[in-house]
């Protein structure tokens, strides 16, 4: 099983990055996927998920409005649009699958990418 991330790099603040989750090895369509994201010298959160049906998607609260996370099942891929980036932003931005409805905890997860660094900065 592998999920890899793409799409990553350096932003100015107010860019946008659309980031991809290509999924191989599992049935992609059994699983929710959430995002993560890991800032320097803080906890890893979970920022936004996406059911397996495409029936429900949730968003942290710090990036609602702002990131919009889908899905393309027959392309075993999952996309975060992220606009109107912010320093904060910056981290490692990590996708998952799991069992979950909409993969939200670390606890639900079966699957890890190793993740694609994002810089907000002017």
């Known amino acids: 099983v592998a999920l890899v991330e793409s799409g990553g790099g350096s932003v100015q603040p107010g860019g946008s990055l659309r980031l991809s989750c290509v999924a191989s090895?599992?049935?992609?369509?059994?699983?929710?996927i959430g995002w993560f994201r890991q800032a320097p010298k803080k906890y890893e959160e979970p920022i936004a998920c996406i059911a397996r049906n495409l029936s429900n998607t949730n968003y942290a609260d710090s990036v609602k409005g702002r990131f919009t996370i889908d899905r393309d099942n027959v392309k075993n891929t999952v996309y975060l649009q992220m606009n109107n980036l912010k320093p904060d932003d910056t981290a490692v931005y990590y996708c998952?699958?799991?069992?979950?409805?909409?993969?939200?905890?670390?606890?639900?997860?079966?699957?890890w990418g190793k993740g694609t660094l994002v810089t907000v900065d002017s």
């Open positions: 090895g599992l049935a992609f369509n059994k699983y929710s």
């Open positions: 998952a699958a799991g069992y979950e409805r909409c993969l939200m905890t670390e606890s639900g997860v079966e699957y």
